[in-house]
């Protein structure tokens, strides 16, 4: 697999696959930065609550997300699924067999498909973005922070599996709100069929029981799963 990291490699992208990288990654960063000029501009005032209330919910929501992507990517999809296997489940499902790849990826390729499936939710935050009223405050709260929080979910999850992360970042770690790798380490345990979750592990508890169902009723009507961890 072409830019994909084995045990002892360092991964590289050049080229085309580096211009992607960065485009992605750029078009993200200027979205956020024009969602931040929005909010400075606005005046919440009586509406502050709303749009606080709606970021935990928009932070777990984002949470939810990463869980599903990470199951549909560890049990329907693999490294030959056409268009993004290659380039989106290949990188991923790699640290099923060296979890500590995920530190080796540059910045930009570590971020960049996040950054990339984020751009569609980011740019309908911009467009709808309105603290005029309690509701649309508490709905701007909500997807500005799943929004921005899916954009760096990659990158909380590479934290999970560095030996040392920033303090900050251990700081949140040891608080429950970011996934750190004691919780994360029940994923890598077994058959990799439990704890999908790579932001903060909230929705864990939830999503595991919900995702089993699924993945029966999946089994019942003849979708065939994959192995969950390639081959090295």
């Known amino acids: 697999m072409t830019g994909i990291a084995r ?3 360092t991964a590289t992208r050049s080229g085309r696959a580096g211009l992607a990288d960065a485009l992605a990654v750029a078009a993200a960063v200027a979205l956020v930065s024009s969602l931040g000029s929005r909010l ?3 005046r919440l005032g009586a509406h502050d609550w709303a749009f606080l209330a709606g970021a935990p919910v928009g932070f777990f929501m984002a949470d939810v997300a990463s869980a599903v992507v990470h199951w549909l990517f560890d049990t329907y999809f693999g490294p030959h699924t ?3 296997g290659r380039h989106v489940v290949a990188p991923f499902r790699e640290h099923h067999l060296a979890p500590e790849a995920l530190m080796r990826h540059g910045l930009l390729e570590r971020n960049a498909n996040n950054c990339l499936a ?3 939710l980011l740019a309908v935050t ?3 973005f309105d603290v005029g009223a309690t509701w649309r405050a508490f709905g701007s709260g909500c997807l500005a922070t799943a929004s921005v929080t899916l954009c760096v979910s990659n990158q ?5 599996h560095a030996q040392h992360p920033p303090t900050f970042v251990q700081w949140l770690q040891r608080a429950g709100v970011l996934l750190g790798a004691e919780r994360h380490a029940a994923h890598h345990q077994g058959a990799h069929t439990s704890a999908y979750a790579t932001v903060s592990g909230w929705s864990n508890p939830l999503l595991d029981r919900a995702l ?3 993945e029966a009723v999946l089994a019942a009507a003849g979708v065939a799963r994959q192995s969950r961890v390639d081959p090295p």
């Open 7 to 9: 045990r002892g490699q």
């Open 40 to 42: 400075a501009a606005s």
């Open 82 to 84: 056409p268009i993004i």
């Open 118 to 120: 984020a751009l569609p």
């Open 126 to 128: 911009r467009a709808v």
């Open 156 to 160: 909380i999850h590479a934290w999970a």
């Open 212 to 214: 089993a169902c699924l």
